[in-house]
């Protein structure tokens, strides 16, 4: 499989007050098109960085990082945001939900960038919402749902617009382990019947088993 | 959903805070319209002035009279059309808190000066029939419950002695802006008394009314009046209506200006009300705002988002403000005697400056938060804890 994502020589830094801290110190890997990768390591390792930088969130201070052949790094902010808007699904582990909108209000507030028609955006949300199993809770406003429900209606806005990778921080840290297990179970069914590219940041050894590769990231280094 | 929709949730999404602010800006707007109602119908006066009237009085002080005798002569000045005169009666009907304007004008010309009185021909015809008839305007007859026929009794002060006029006319003012609140008889008959009672004091106007042909004549008209009557007894004092209305309210321009200044003031308040709100509401959804941008919304949408929530916000405070001035303004012209503010109504300016200045305050109250959310980048909005 060609390679969907390519980290070369991509270094980072944070300014805390006058202090400069270095996250990333010149990583390189990549990630071949419907890989399920897993990254994992200590807290402050500059995994969820990683994720930022892939994601097009954050931007390195060297080194280049080709998605789907696009050298993001190289982007402005505007062309930075339509990218995203196209090509990445982003799953966080608060779920990130809008309090104000119901489910279905939720996953269709990226369909609302594209020139998709209402009709059509109804289809794509109501498939997405039929993927992660909530389609009688489309109604439903996130307080009224569980933090699994919830996350999957994170994960139902996250592929809405069929993304060309999807990016997951901590996925499962929010939630019990039988919800944790149904959002895994759903992350994997997504890269295997859809052949979505998935980079997931875990702390949690039985969710980084559902990855096919699992890479370690530790004082800023792959390993 | 659209855009517009996510607005109005965020807008509704504190109820009270939101109520509270629309509450305190439709205050304010209130506040707003009814000062600048105040301030209009101070100048209302000024405004119903007519560019083809010009006033000449004597040039030591609009107290000291004129002689009739000089109205035949400014008559024959080129381009004069009609010159008409009127002297300040004074006087007290009931008691000395019944004010309004009495006049003792000249019967044949007055209507002819003042063509904005309206006056039915029959009523006319009485009035001009009978010498110590009287014509009074609509909101006075209102105010007072004059009726046609009406006799009013008044002790003079100025010109001493017991008064009676009849009334026969009453005058329906062409529009809003024109006081309904005077009161004019026949200077025919004041002078009578005066010719009998004191002599000295006869012949005498308080000053003449020139209509003329054309307003653009009105400085050079004015000159030659006042040159005309250079170096007498009574030197004159020409000056367009506007001017002689103005310089009667000179004396209280640092009043109406403070009330200008409060006015305005007021929209500061309103900005300060606002933007607190949306400096709150931003700084909570800080985390929200990461999340749209991650998702793909540009800076654009953020703009569109909280600016169009705070003017959606200001729209409503301003549109309820609006509403309640009516009421406001209608209940102090029912409390106030008219002949405080003659001409007293919301004027349409006073609408479009207080809608206008509340939805520019919506828009500059955003200011602030639109700045804080597109320099806030995603990673550190997505860290923050509200």
């Avoid at chain 2, 010159?83 to 004010?99: C, E, P, T």
């Avoid at chain 2, 998702?295 to 729209?315: M, N, Q, R, T, Y």
Wanted: aromatic share 10%; glycine share 8%.
């Amino acid at each position: 499989m060609p390679a969907i994502i390519e980290v070369q020589n991509v270094s980072k830094s944070y300014w805390r007050d006058s202090f400069e801290v270095p996250v990333l110190n010149g990583i390189t890997f990549s990630v071949p098109e419907g890989e399920f990768l897993g990254l994992m390591g200590p807290s402050g390792s500059g995994k969820t960085t990683v994720l930022n930088l892939i994601a097009g969130i954050d931007k390195p201070n060297g080194g280049s990082i080709t998605v789907a052949e696009t050298n993001i790094a190289a982007l402005s902010e505007s062309q930075l945001a339509k990218w995203r808007s196209t090509h990445v699904g982003f799953i966080f582990q608060f779920y990130n939900l809008l309090p104000v909108l119901t489910a279905y209000e939720n996953v269709e507030l990226p369909l609302l960038l594209t020139s998709l028609s209402k009709t059509d955006r109804r289809k794509h949300v109501e498939a997405a919402l039929s993927v992660v199993g909530l389609s009688d809770r489309m109604d439903h406003y996130p307080k009224q749902l569980s933090g699994g429900q919830e996350q999957r209606v994170a994960i139902a806005r996250a592929i809405a617009t069929d993304p060309t990778i999807l990016v997951a921080d901590e996925p499962t840290g929010d939630l019990d382990k039988n919800s944790a297990e149904e959002i895994l179970t759903l992350l994997e069914r997504l890269n295997k019947e859809f052949k979505k590219t998935i980079v997931m940041v875990t702390h949690d050894p039985r969710a980084a088993e559902r990855a096919h590769v699992v890479r370690h990231l530790d004082k800023g280094e792959l390993k | 959903m659209k855009v517009l929709k996510l607005m109005l949730k965020n807008a509704l999404r504190h109820k009270l805070r939101t109520t509270l602010t629309i509450l305190g800006i439709a205050i304010a707007v209130v506040a707003f319209g009814f000062l600048r109602t105040v301030v209009t119908a101070w100048y209302a006066g000024v405004e119903a002035s007519a560019a083809n009237r010009l006033v000449t009085r004597n040039s030591v002080s609009f107290i000291f009279p004129l002689p009739y005798s000089y109205r035949d002569r400014i008559a024959r000045i080129p381009g004069v059309e009609t010159v008409s005169f009127a002297s300040w009666f004074g006087g007290v009907y009931i008691d000395k808190n019944q004010f309004f304007a009495r006049m003792a004008v000249d019967a044949q010309t007055i209507l002819d000066a003042y063509p904005e009185f309206r006056v039915p021909p029959d009523q006319l015809e009485a009035f001009l029939k009978e010498r110590n008839a009287c014509i009074v305007g609509a909101d006075l007859a209102r105010q007072y419950g004059f009726k046609l026929g009406d006799v009013i009794p008044m002790d003079g002060d100025i010109y001493p002695g017991k008064w009676e006029f009849v009334v026969r006319a009453i005058y329906q003012p062409r529009d809003e802006k024109i006081d309904g609140t005077q009161f004019f008889f026949h200077w025919t008959y004041l002078d009578e008394r005066m010719k009998a009672n004191t002599p000295a004091r006869a012949g005498e106007v308080g000053w003449y009314i020139i209509k003329i042909a054309d307003p653009v004549d009105a400085a050079s008209i004015s000159s030659q009046i006042d040159e005309m009557f250079a170096n007498s007894r009574a030197e004159t004092k020409t000056e367009t209506e506007a001017a002689f209305q103005q310089s009667f309210i000179q004396g209280t321009s640092l009043i109406i200006n403070l009330f200008n200044f409060i006015s305005f003031v007021i929209i500061g308040i309103i900005m300060l009300v606002l933007g607190n709100t949306m400096i709150m509401s931003a700084r909570e959804r800080t985390k929200e705002y990461a999340v749209l941008k991650t998702l793909g919304f540009s800076a654009k949408h953020l703009v569109g988002l909280i600016a169009g929530e705070s003017v959606i916000i200001s729209a409503l405070a301003g549109g309820l403000g609006l509403l309640l001035t009516y009421p406001v303004v209608g209940a102090f012209s029912l409390v106030v005697p008219k002949s405080w503010f003659p001409v007293f109504y919301i004027e349409p300016s006073t609408i479009v400056l207080a809608g206008t200045a509340a939805l520019a305050v919506g828009i500059a109250a955003s200011f602030f938060p639109i700045q804080r959310a597109l320099r806030t980048s995603i990673v550190d909005g997505l860290r923050f804890v509200g």
